[in-house]
């Protein structure tokens, strides 16, 4: 269940009038009291003889007692909306809970006779709408600070004790969601999204391709968006806000949005925080790419996931939003669409209550930039990998979340994950195809050898490895990783404990990325072993082709 409490209104009639209403698209049916502060309160809902300004005069009546005392805003609205999948519930189960809510809220304690005045309006089978007035029997106002929390915790005994489904709660860190004038607008100019949820995409991507702040307001530019830089009497940076050039107010002027109420991570002090030391001296070596140190950077996170400590591992999650927010730029056409819903998706799970230290993922954060600034790799698998190595990241940041009880964290991370497997699946398709052509063309005695890598390695798991259409697919990339010196066994054993297993639908696919992302396949040539290693590169970046302006844009 969700509690939604309005910003305070000073109309009873007006808001009696909407739920009474038909509702703004017809919505509404058989709008009536399920539950008032007595028992003779009139129902213009289903009694004839009752009007709307009957009841709002039984409402407003100790305001108008109070006089200048009482509030200007006076009137309490809360709205409490069952799960899609729930039961439906009765007038008395709606009763009930409508009296726990505005016990809970201070609205209403149970057994104080002064409480406010207050009813609960039904016109729709999965929520109700609680109006109250903020004068109580004394005329003085309700203690009901924090109401909208304490709402939301006995809404969460309710779920328990009435067997509905547990909605995932938040810390209060999510992003502000579009109000419903914004969303209008956007329908009435032909936008599937408002302006301030393309300017958090755009800014978002901006994060992730810039090295510095300067380069950061560039890209924003770059992108089409208005930017407005505010600087201290000093010159410092203060703060910044964007507008899009088509999202206008009443006058013709643009709609400006702070970055802090695009999200509360896109403030120009967290940015800056986050940008400050990705500048680097050192440049990747011309043989080396920048794809398979982000591969193995990424395929680390789980385990510094799982072995550091919350604000490391905060950190950790929130260069792994940049690396999904980064794909979507410079992916192949037929992946983005998939890549972006599981980067806006993933934008949930990037940030928690515990602050992240954000030094402890800058080589990771070096890897992610340094992608942007040469061409996607024509080489299918090196995709895959990367891919594949985002899907386990992403998976290892649901458990730690839902380890922390991150709710809605845990659950943006669950459906990025399933963005992350379609992309996948598209981008592996193709190399797995070839890899596996080169697994048939191997000798018999090849096979044989890694096939007795496999048992000695794995022997639990071996039968199964060696019965899958992926087995083919797996023998090449071990024959390709047995070099002089390499002992196939210990590679796989160690590809193998480097995660665990027991969720992987094919653990032949599953072990095949994982041997391509090992350090030592990258580290077959002398010079390449110093580049290769995530925790060691350092990166001179070029400007990336995100932040090349397309269009002339706007900035003070």
């Known amino acids: 269940m969700i509690a939604n409490i309005v910003k305070p209104g000073h109309k009873t009639r007006g808001v009696l009038n909407y739920l009474y209403g038909p509702g703004r698209a017809n ?27 009957q009841l709002t005069a039984v409402l407003d009546l100790r305001v108008k007692q109070a006089g200048h005392k009482a509030p200007k805003n006076h009137v309490w609205h809360c709205s409490i909306r069952a799960a899609p999948e729930d039961r439906h519930l009765t007038d008395d189960e709606w009763a009930t809970i409508a009296r726990r809510v505005l016990d809970a809220t201070g609205i209403a304690p149970v057994g104080d006779p002064d409480a406010c005045r207050w009813v609960a309006v039904r016109h729709a089978d999965d929520h109700i709408h609680i109006v109250a007035t903020k004068v109580r029997g004394d005329l003085r106002p309700p203690r009901h600070w924090n109401d909208f929390l304490r709402a939301d915790k006995e809404l969460v005994a309710i779920e328990k004790e009435y067997g509905l489904r547990q909605v995932p709660r938040g810390d209060r860190t999510a992003a502000k969601r579009p109000t419903r004038a914004e969303q209008e607008k956007a329908s009435r100019t032909g936008n599937t999204r408002t302006a301030r949820e393309r300017l958090r ?25 208005l930017v407005d830089v505010q600087h201290f009497p ?21 709609v400006w949005f702070s970055g802090s109420t695009l999200a509360p991570d896109l403030s120009y002090p967290k940015i800056a925080e986050r ?66 819903q599981a980067a806006a998706t993933f934008e949930r799970a990037s940030r928690s209550h515990i602050r992240a230290r954000h030094e402890q993922a800058h080589a990771t954060r070096r890897a992610v930039k340094a992608i942007l600034r040469e061409p996607t790799p024509k080489d299918g698998a090196l995709l895959a990998t990367v891919l594949d190595a985002l899907l386990l990241a ?12 991150h709710h809605q964290q845990d659950e943006a991370a669950r459906q990025t994950a399933a963005h992350l497997r379609v992309a996948y699946r598209a981008a592996a398709t193709e190399p797995l195809a070839a890899l596996h052509h080169q697994g048939r063309q191997l000798a018999q005695w090849q096979l044989n050898r890694q096939a007795a ?104």
């Open 453 to 556: 890598a496999v048992r000695q390695a794995l022997p639990d798991l071996a039968e199964r490895i060696l019965a899958e259409p992926g087995w083919p697919a797996l023998a090449a990339t071990l024959n390709d990783a047995t070099t002089p010196g390499h002992n196939p066994a210990k590679i796989l054993a160690r590809a193998a404990r480097h995660r665990e297993l027991d969720t992987a639908t094919e653990l032949s696919e599953v072990l095949t990325w994982r041997l391509k992302r090992l350090p030592e396949r990258a580290a077959e040539k002398p010079s390449r072993s110093k580049a290769a290693r995530p925790d060691q590169a350092v990166y001179v970046p070029a400007t990336p082709r995100a932040a090349q302006p397309t269009s002339p844009s706007r900035r003070r």
């Open 27 to 53: 919505e509404h049916t058989d709008p009536h009291l399920v539950v008032a502060f007595e028992d003779f309160v009139p129902d213009p809902g289903r009694d004839p003889d009752a009007t709307l300004a």
């Open 234 to 254: 000093s010159g410092d940076v203060r703060g910044y806000k964007v507008a899009l050039a088509d999202d206008t107010n009443a006058q013709g002027e643009p």
């Open 201 to 225: 995409t755009i800014a978002r991507t901006a994060v992730s391709a810039a090295t510095n702040t300067e380069e950061f307001f560039r890209i924003l530019e770059g992108a089409g968006a």
């Open 275 to 340: 940008l400050t030391p990705t500048v680097t001296s050192l440049t990747v070596p011309p043989e080396a790419t920048a794809w398979r140190p982000l591969a193995e950077a990424i395929d680390a996170l789980p385990d510094r996931l799982s072995s550091s400590a919350d604000e490391a591992g905060q950190a950790h999650i929130t260069v792994l939003a940049e690396a999904l927010d980064a794909l979507p730029m410079i992916a192949p056409a037929d992946l983005r669409p998939q890549l972006g």
């Open 394 to 405: 992403v998976i290892a940041a649901q458990h730690w979340h839902r380890a922390r009880d």
